[in-house]
Structure formats: C-alpha cells, structure tokens
C-alpha cells in the first residue's frame, strides 16, 4: 500500500501566521488609540464653543461607528493580501451577487440615506427625549443605520432609521408641565382656583421652572368631577418631576381645604332590587 507524501512549507506557514498575528496586534493597539483620538477632536473642537453637549455626543458616536466600519474593512483586505487572495474577483463576483439581491438591500440603503439626513438636520440627539415610529424614550446612540431608544421602563430598542418616521422631540426648547386635577361638583371653583394660586406660588421660587406655573381655569368637565388645569414652563427634562410635586402638593393643600378631590363611582344593582354606591 503506497501512501501519498505531501511536502508542506512549514516555514511558509510559519511566516503566514506570524504575519496574521502581527496584523492583529497592530489592529488592537491601533482600534483603542484611534478612538481616543476622535474622542479628544471632538471634545477639543466643542469647547468654548456653542455647541451643545448631545450634539457633541452624538457626532463622537457617528464617527466611532464610522471609524470601526473603516478599520474592519481595512483589516479584511489586508489579511486577503497576506493569504494571497486576489480582491479583483471578489470585488467583481460581490458586485454581481449585490446587483442579485439590490432589491433586498432597498431598506438598508434607505436606513443609511435617512440616517444621513437625522444627522444633517439634526433632527435627533443623543440624550433627547423622543416619540417616533411607535417608540417613545430616550436617545442613547444614532448611527448610520440604526437608532437606539432606551424607553422608560429600560428596554433599549435598536429602531432602523426608516422607520423613524414624524419624530416628535420633547427636548428641544423648554417643557411645559401640565398638572390636571379634578375636584366635586359640590365644591366652590373660585375657591378652588384660589387654592391652586397659592400652591403655584410656593413654586415660582423653584429654579426649575422657567415661567409660572399658573392655574387656567377650568379645563374639562368630567362625568363626576370638574377638572382644572395648572401650566407652567419648565427646564427641559423636568417637567416630569414638576408635575409628580404638584399633584402632591395640590392634593395636600386641597385636604387642608376640605375640597374633596372625588373618586370613581360604581352603581351595583343586587338580586333584591336594592342599590348599592361604592
């Protein structure tokens, strides 16, 4: 029985994983530093400057998410050029298999072309509070592709930018807190409304509004109470911690007033024909 003698280059072996490693260690020496490069640039260029600190954020994220696209592909074609792998033909064979699924890479092209526009319109920033496409919460990264939203209860959604579709950003400007409470058909409105002016004015003094608050009035008259509204203008992001004060604030101030703030009321009808109230 003969068996087929294979010579093998072990040198030339040797020297192509060398090679390999060396281009790997230069990768992961330089992928670090070239990210505390774009970092440092970007910081340097937004200081002393009117440029806002999510703006600054989310070009330093871009840029890193493009930076890593750049060095990956770098790292593929020059590990083909150490294994002798011709690009000429893969290049012309990848162009044929892109026209081939063209149709399918429509949404892909769309999430970069979108993304693009996000960016140069500055539609969206990191850190901003947002609704869109069905999703509602807080920008944590845009990319060229996607956007992540970390919504309120802590799911973070990696969203395709197509989708983000009539944004509607709640952090650009300053917010309103809107504070809607009710009170019984019973009670006395303008003694109601005195109450809230007094409550607003405990509030004036709180460096997180901007203006007011103030109570408006009457704003709807509900199936068992009648609703008053108080607004007032708030720094950005905390218009939500305004509100949660208020309504406590309110409710003990309408308990020291004896004005009842009512509850939802259900007619039970028994078997015996008696009503009861709860």
């Not at 807080?138 to 996607?146: A, D, S």
């Not at 409710?251 to 259900?266: G, M």
Request: proline share 3%; hydrophobic share 45%.
């Amino acid at each position: 029985m003969e068996f087929l003698e294979i010579d093998i280059d072990w040198g030339y072996i040797l020297g192509i994983c060398l090679k390999i490693g060396l281009l790997i260690l230069v990768f992961i020496v330089v992928a670090p530093i070239g990210k505390k490069v774009i970092t440092k640039t970007i910081k340097r260029a937004g200081s002393g400057k009117r440029i806002s600190a999510s703006r600054i954020k989310t070009l330093e994220k871009v840029l890193l998410n493009l930076y890593f696209y750049v060095i990956f592909f770098l790292f593929v074609v020059m590990l083909f050029g150490i294994l002798a792998i011709p690009i000429g033909p893969l290049l012309a064979g990848a162009g044929i298999i892109g026209l081939a699924i063209g149709f399918g890479a429509q949404g892909l092209v769309s999430d970069v072309v979108t993304g693009f526009f996000i960016l140069l319109e500055r539609q969206i920033e990191v850190d901003d509070y947002i609704t869109s496409g069905g999703y509602d919460g807080i920008v944590e990264e845009v990319g060229l592709r996607t956007t992540q939203i970390r919504s309120f209860d802590g799911t973070l959604n990696y969203v395709p930018n197509r989708q983000l579709v009539g944004v509607a950003n709640h952090s650009r400007g300053n917010m309103q807190a809107l504070v809607d409470i009710g009170i019984s058909y019973s009670e006395n409105i303008d003694e109601a409304i005195r109450v809230l002016e007094k409550v607003c004015g405990e509030f004036k003094e709180d460096e997180r509004f901007k203006e007011g608050p103030n109570p408006i009035g009457v704003q709807s008259l509900g199936s068992s109470d009648v609703v008053l509204r108080v607004v007032g203008q708030t720094v950005n992001g905390e218009q939500f911690g305004c509100k949660r004060d208020m309504l406590k604030r309110i409710k003990e101030a309408f308990d020291a007033e004896n004005i009842e703030i009512p509850f939802p009321h259900q007619v039970n009808i028994n078997k015996d024909n008696t009503i009861q109230l709860s």
